[in-house]
């Protein structure tokens, strides 16, 4: 399956500043989803956008998805110190599965 | 809504015994729910997709007699390390999402940690 990858950083800001992280992927896609998973637990569902979408919001979550480069981006409007988790983004390859491959992640620490 | 849980949330045994964790969708019906596994500070790597009264369906490299996944009801999944030993050491998490409309998101459990020693 395909898998997601995002830039390999780990984020340390301060609290109310922005945080941007991408990700990357080598196939065509149905949708891509971003997920939240606090130190060992389980994930918290973000936000969907779908191969036909550029651009989503929720709340202080913005993401793009460039299909012609095969990319996504999650920015997170003036932080707080609850943000600081881990960050994945998942691709689904809208086979019918809805099966999700993952990517790498990205460690964010928000401090107050 | 949309609440999943996971039974147990950490469990200890000893090499080559049997361990069964249970991934439940606590206030929806599940036709499809998923098995993942995460080493430390890695991402999550699919195992299986399993849909309620069929066998499931295994990724590449996962032995499905190894990891044996039940899915008798809408809202219970079963995932059963058999004879464990520590590289099956891990954090299991699941995950089930709705039926129609609204399925391609996924609701994740809270993880069960594996410690096989």
């Known amino acids: 399956s395909q898998q997601g990858e995002e830039d390999p950083q780990a984020l340390s800001i301060q609290e109310g500043e922005n945080a941007t992280m991408n990700c990357s992927y080598k196939t065509s896609i149905n949708n891509l989803q971003w997920y939240r998973q606090n130190s060992g637990r389980g994930l918290v569902h973000l936000i969907l956008?779908?191969?036909?979408?550029r651009e989503k919001h929720s709340g202080r979550l913005r993401v793009t998805l460039d299909t012609s480069k095969k990319s996504s981006s999650l920015l997170i409007t003036a932080s707080r110190a609850a943000d600081t988790a881990s960050y994945f983004c998942?691709?689904?390859?809208?086979?019918?599965?809805?099966?999700?491959?993952f990517g790498k992640g990205n460690q964010v620490v928000v401090i107050p | 809504g949309a609440v999943v849980s996971q039974h147990p949330s950490w469990v200890i045994c000893k090499s080559g015994t049997s361990v069964k964790i249970e991934c439940r969708s606590l206030?929806?019906?599940?036709?499809?729910m998923f098995w993942y596994r995460q080493f430390p500070k890695q991402s999550l790597m699919l195992m299986a997709t399993s849909n309620e009264g069929s066998k499931a369906t295994y990724e590449q490299g996962v032995e499905k007699d190894k990891f044996l996944i039940n899915h008798a009801s809408l809202t219970l999944s079963t995932l059963t390390v058999t004879s464990a030993h520590p590289e099956d050491s891990s954090f299991y998490i699941c995950?089930?999402?709705?039926?129609?409309?609204?399925?391609?998101?996924?609701?994740f459990g809270p993880g069960t940690r594996l410690l096989v020693l």
């Open positions: 956008i779908r191969s036909n979408e």
């Open positions: 998942a691709t689904d390859a809208g086979d019918g599965n809805n099966r999700l491959a």
């Open positions: 995950s089930a999402s709705l039926s129609g409309t609204g399925r391609e998101t996924q609701y």
């Open positions: 206030d929806f019906q599940a036709t499809t």
